[in-house]
């Protein structure tokens, strides 16, 4: 699955990401892109907090894993 | 007294001593001190009790002492003055933009800290001038390590103030007189007799500060500083207990929150996760609080703060606190349970 959050300001990106995982099994994994410049601290942040993964691919586009409900 | 409690903002309100005195010290301390008129010889008088009060407070001599009517000017004064062209300045990752502006201009190095915001100093050479924060003003962290065996050592206070002594091998040292509730717009620059320090301002003669000063700030800022630290005597243990009720009741009451790491009594930095600051800020003072945030959609430039992001702290949703003298156990309680209502409306 691809989340496209291009243009979007924090803490919007990071609210999709976690509403787009809501239904899904663990193990699920998503592409998210955002350009926000908080995107990329918060994101690893999330992750740690909420006891999934994320990393970064390239510029702007992050795959993250879902490892907790 | 009035009362100041909802205020979590850095800023403090000027300190009582001082603002009583100061129509009386604007009354006195007209003349140009270095003048030799009897009113400029009664000025001289008020201008050396002040630096003596520094010298005894800041633990550094009095003619080491120079005065700044705009204190970041100091960050350029105290490292710039140290750097020769074979030398490194060496600063962290959560050292202030101020520092970052100047090591574009120099050879330099950034140390990434460590989790908690510790320095490792370990790996230094003797050409390295360092940049050392005795207490980052975002988060409270307390810097432990001390770096030795190098070229200069300029400390920044302005986040400690009087709490934290100076290393010994201190080069060069800024404090701001608003963390012991003085005047804004006075900065206290010193440069060790000890230093190999060259005055990086355009200058003929010895002095270091291109001056004028406020005579009768620098008067208050003195009366200030003398007050404060005598409260600070007594309301120390509260503002330790106040921080501890703070940390522990976010962490245990507010979901999806992040505690930056600590230091300092007085600062609590904390994120909350799918919260935008802006609009948490925004409700908070509609409420009738004031607090500070580091988060991008508050900031000017749009951008995170960097000390939160260099931690690995979330830094959507942040608020930071500073807990004044006049803040009471009362004035927290309420405050956080309409903190706590107020992360939720804006998660809804």
Known sequence: MILDCLGKRCPLPIIELAKALTDKPLGFEV?????DPASEPDLFAWARMTGNTAK??????FQITKLAN | MVSITPNFQSEPRLHEAARIALPHIFEAAWPDPSKLGIDSKSAALLLNEARETFSSHLGIRSDEISFLGEPNLGFHMGLSGLMSADERLVYSNIDRMDVFAIAETHQSK????????????????PSDVVSLQLCNRETGIIQNGRPENIAGLFVDAT???????????????????????????????????????????????GRINPGPNSLPLIVASALAVDSWVADEKNLAAKIAAIN?????????NIPDSDLAPGGADHLISASFLYVNAEQLVTKLADKGYS????????????QPSHVLAALGVLTQGNIRLTIHH???????????????????????
Not at chain 2, 186 to 201: C, H, R
Not at chain 2, 291 to 302: I, K, L, P, R, Y
Not at chain 2, 328 to 342: G, P, R
């Open chain 1, 56 to 61: 970064s691919l390239e510029a702007n586009t």
């Open chain 1, 31 to 35: 592409t998210l892109l955002s350009d």
């Open chain 2, 159 to 205: 986040g400690s103030g009087t709490r934290i002594g100076l290393p010994e091998n201190w080069s060069t040292a800024l404090w701001d007189s608003t963390t012991w509730a003085g005047p804004s717009g006075m900065g206290i620059f010193a440069v060790s007799k000890s230093a190999n320090w060259k005055n990086p301002l355009p200058h003929l003669d």
């Open chain 2, 244 to 252: 501890g009720d703070i940390r522990s009741y976010i962490s245990s």
């Open chain 2, 110 to 125: 950034m140390l990434k800290v460590s989790p908690t915001g510790q320095i490792d100093f370990s790996d230094l050479a």
């Open chain 2, 291 to 302: 607090v500070d945030s580091g988060s991008a959609c508050s900031a000017a430039n749009m």
């Open chain 2, 326 to 348: 006049a803040t009471t156990f009362e004035d927290v309680k309420t405050f956080l349970e309409i903190l706590s209502q107020t992360v939720s409306e804006c998660r809804s």
